[in-house]
């Protein structure tokens, strides 16, 4: 068993390895189990051609499918001198957890902000990383948002935020909990610059992030299939002693029923907020110089 062990299951796990990353020539879908050849899945923005479910996307790809190519520019966030401010620890350190998630990202947070333009409208926008920690929202985050505000009024630029998250990091305690109001003047200030701001709901936004600046956009939509709200559905149900319907708390659901404006696919994402953009900003005041 120890010769098996040590020496033949390392070379069937290096084989599979090497055969399975090798340009990965097939995904699973997530959803109905279909495969799919990996270049039409990345065509697809990582959706399934069968059944239509939308995978999670990078912060990078999501960037490239809302704004027109050579126009980046990543904005940093200062992401604190202490990121840990607490010492929090439960199965392992809170900084060993933040250590390892920006390794496996590349990423210092769970969000990432960067200024372009949309169809040549500008714009910032302000994306979550959910494999960074389920995109929760500690004072980085929070900081990364009065960033992306920051920027958009200066730049005379709407807003894009797409949240993708658990809620606040209960890691960071209460002064996670502080930054539900902090995005909310945020927003606010946004709002006296009459400038647009539009949210891009992925699945799932839940928690904090729903209650506080993910539910104050100017338009919103939702990717097909996303979970949005605040309180998982078996809290729910426990709460009010109801079952809840099958599918309730999804993007369709809310759109039913007036918090969504909009579910768009994928692939019509840029072309429909490119359209929102154009009767926005023809509104939105030019700030006055010299």
């Not at 809840?244 to 369709?252: D, G, I, M, R, V």
Request: hydrophobic residues 40%; glycine residues 8%; proline residues 5%.
């Amino acid at each position: 068993m120890n010769w098996l062990s040590r020496t033949v299951l390392p070379k069937i796990k290096a084989l599979v390895t090497q055969t399975d990353n090798k340009e990965n020539l097939w995904v699973k879908c997530g959803s109905c189990g279909q495969m799919i050849f990996h270049r039409d899945f990345e065509e697809n923005w990582h959706c399934c051609s069968s059944c239509g479910f939308h995978a999670p996307l990078t912060p990078e790809l999501r960037l490239k499918l809302l704004c027109d190519a050579d126009t980046l520019e990543m904005i940093p966030i200062d992401a604190g001198e202490d990121s840990d401010p607490l010492g929090f620890r439960d199965r392992k350190r809170y900084g060993d957890r933040l250590t390892e998630a920006r390794k496996n990202t590349g990423h210092d947070d769970a969000l990432v902000v960067a200024a372009g333009h949309c169809h040549g409208a500008p714009v910032v926008v302000a994306t979550f990383n959910f494999a960074f920690m389920g995109g929760s929202m500690g004072q980085s985050v929070g900081d990364g948002i009065i960033t992306a505000v920051g920027e958009a009024i200066k730049r005379r630029a709407a807003l894009i935020i797409v949240p993708s998250s658990g809620g606040a990091r209960m890691q960071e305690g209460i002064l996670s909990l502080m930054q539900l109001p902090r995005t909310i003047v945020a927003i606010d200030a946004l709002a006296r610059e009459k400038l647009p701001y539009i949210v891009l709901l992925a699945h799932p936004t839940t928690g904090g992030v729903t209650a506080s600046f993910a539910m104050l956009g100017d338009v919103h939509i939702a990717e097909p299939g996303a979970i949005i709200g605040f309180a998982g559905r078996r809290v729910i149900e426990e709460t009010v002693h109801e079952q809840l319907p099958e599918n309730f708390q999804s993007a369709e659901y809310l759109q039913e029923h007036g918090m969504v404006d909009m579910v768009v696919p994928r692939a019509e994402q840029k072309q429909t907020i490119s359209r929102l953009l154009n009767m926005l900003m023809a509104e939105a005041p030019k700030r006055a110089t010299g």
